[in-house]
């Protein structure tokens, strides 16, 4: 594999977010007996990383709604600390369909090969 032999990195990207608020919107309940349990809506923490298989990870978290301008900055990031040629294999989210990720593309294979 290429990747192996050391002619370029492979890296696989992916982005979540975790719930920074603890609920518990369920619970068992003995039948007849409703328990109502409180549960709350807080804030986020997204994160985003691309890892290689030898679990090299570039990442980056934020506090706030992670959209296209973020992951545009995200992979400029991390275009400009790759030193050979990189591929990047990303999930079908709608970020990277979006137009302004699309036409970084060219200027990211440029800077990569």
Not at 10 to 31: C, I, M
Not at 42 to 49: A, C, I
Not at 64 to 79: E, G, L, N, P
Not at 80 to 109: C, G, H
């Amino acid at each position: 594999m290429l990747e192996d032999s050391g002619y370029l990195d492979l890296y696989f990207g992916d982005e979540s977010h975790f719930g920074l608020t603890p609920n518990v919107p369920y619970a068992w309940q003995k039948r007849g007996h409703q328990i109502l349990l409180p549960s709350a809506k807080g804030k986020f923490l997204n994160v985003v990383g691309l890892m290689t298989r030898k679990n090299d990870l570039f990442f980056e978290m934020h506090e706030t709604t992670y959209d296209a301008d973020k992951c545009i900055s995200f992979m400029d990031s991390f275009v400009a600390q790759t030193v050979k040629k990189t591929v990047v294999i990303l999930d079908n989210s709608p970020i990277y369909k979006s137009r302004k990720f699309m036409a970084k593309i060219k200027e990211w294979k440029e800077q990569m090969f």
